[in-house]
């Protein structure tokens, strides 16, 4: 199912004490902070574009994420910014006035985001922040890229933007977890920790890369198991000797009733998954013998009732079968789905 791209407002500049002050970085930036709140329409309107850009080809390119958030930098957020940092032209040299964090869920997804930048921006710089920590520093990395609107971007609407630059965040799931609480925390090198904490900061970050490694390790073990089920199909004793779990039951929902659609889109394929589990189906063979004795049940049922919305998809399909086979485990929240199945069930039995 596709995604979509959410805006998000910058959180509140932090304040460094009472030496941030407004008052002398107006006096002292008056021309930066013209220039800045003139551009600011600007970068929120390329912000903007470039989420909805990743969001378009990444959805159109199947690369599973988990978010696509964008902002343009706050007036606050820019005088922190120049007050932490010596600047000559602020407003030429700052590259994230207009930022995009997009969030994938896997380590191995993070390449071919990449290169869905490149083909549709133009990548001005690259920066990977776990490459460019110093021996003295600790944490988990992330990659960004500095980027103006590729070629494809013409017309009227963005003359105002192309020669302007945005900064794409490209993270895993851990990787945004690990930074959203590294945020919090006050030591930016390992010379300010305790020694006591050190270790196990340096520790903590380890196990975070180790643990997306993991997961993007799962993640193919499971395409590989998708693969030796869809395979098993070309032998139906093989392929009904597979257990039951929420993989297969997909699989074989499609096999038992290959011309309706899987409707797994759609539906909360557990919730239909859940009362085959707990009438102890321990593979697809049983299941399918289960669901053979319910089938003529169910074809009266979608007779008597029509094939409507909920009992036009596979995998309701072989719920219903089995179910009108073993009324007794029918759970109520069912029943309040599919409200002529009890009336049914009734006069069947």
Sequence with gaps: MARTATFQPEKKAKSYGSDFDVERLWKENTDSIKRFLDRRPDYEKLCAEVAYILNRELNKAAIEFSTI????????????????KSYRDPVSEITDFAGV???CLYVDDLEKLERVIAENFEIVEKIDKLRARKTDQFG???VHFVVRLGENASGARYDDLKNLVCEIQTRTVLQDAWAII??????KNESNIPTVL???LNHLAGDFQAADEEFGEL???REEYLREV?????????????????????RYAQWKFPGLPAGTALLDVPFYLKPLAEMNLRDLGALDAVVNRGLPAYERYCEENGRLFLTSYSITSVTLCALLENPGFIPEHLKSVFPKLAEFIEKKF
């Design 101 to 103: 964090r997009v969030v």
């Design 219 to 221: 993640r193919r073990e």
């Design 182 to 187: 590294d945020h919090h925390l006050v030591y």
């Design 140 to 142: 988990y990395g992330a």
């Design 198 to 200: 050190r270790s196990r």
């Design 69 to 84: 958030a964008y902002r343009a930098k706050s007036l606050n957020s820019f005088l922190e910014k120049i007050q932490r």
């Design 230 to 250: 869809a395979d098993s199909e070309m032998d139906a004793a093989q392929f009904l000797e597979n257990e039951l779990n929420l993989d297969s039951f997909i």
